[in-house]
């Protein structure tokens, strides 16, 4: 029988995260660098991506480089591919995360507004899948797809005062997408030994919402069984998990890290 430490191993292997380089991203992306994986940081920042990686690699002593993409642009995915390719001559691991849109109420949100965060958080994800298909058939590999708590069940209206700090219809239909898309994938990429899972975050609101409404932290705290917000740090042992061979025999889940949201 594998040990543990043997399970969640992955050096030599090499991981795609879309939006690595994000608040929630940085800790996707460590975890993985902290196995011993080689990464591909990838985001329309490359700037922003190129840094990390950088001290990702110094840090965990892997190969990681920033690369630019936009999701929702089949050509440039094309193009960060055929880059994937020429670098590290695979993939093992894709994790959908890039996200980007505006904060919006039912009243305050546009065509526009709806249209962008559909393209973004759902056809984006989608049209990643589909670019990197070939690499991860190859090498029989994992995909993560990056869902929200607001992906299983609606925002309470009386948490959010104004559109600040609201999250758009748009954002918890893409995100509720992204856990049946996540079954779909599933199901039909089982034949090419590919498994694919998703991850809803709660309530891990940005350090800037943190210092700057504190009475809005206090709310999400008390709606929480746990009584606290959450901190990137909190989906190391989720992302550990599914990306490595310890999770071998799952495929087709959604799992909540919220603590305890989406119980009651």
Known sequence: MRKLTDLQNLKGQTALVTGGAGYLGRAISETLAELGCNLVI?????????????????????KCIGLQVDITDTESLE????EILSTFGGLDILINDAWSGNKNTFESISKEDWLYDINVCLNGP????????????TNQGVILNVSSMYGMVAPDHRLYDGKKYANPPSYGAAKAGIIQ?????????????????????GPFPFESTIAENPEFIEKLKQKNILGRIGKPEDLKGVIAFLCTDASLYVTGQNISIDGGWTTW
């Open 42 to 62: 990838a985001s329309r920042d490359q700037d922003k991506c190129k840094v990390f990686a950088e001290s990702l690699s110094e840090e965990f002593n892997t």
């Open 79 to 82: 193009n960060l591919k055929n």
């Open 126 to 137: 989608f049209y990643t899948v589909k670019a990197m298909h070939e690499l991860l058939k």
């Open 181 to 201: 898309l996540t079954k779909y994938l599933a199901s039909f990429l089982s034949v090419d030994g590919i498994r694919v899972n998703s991850i809803s975050p």
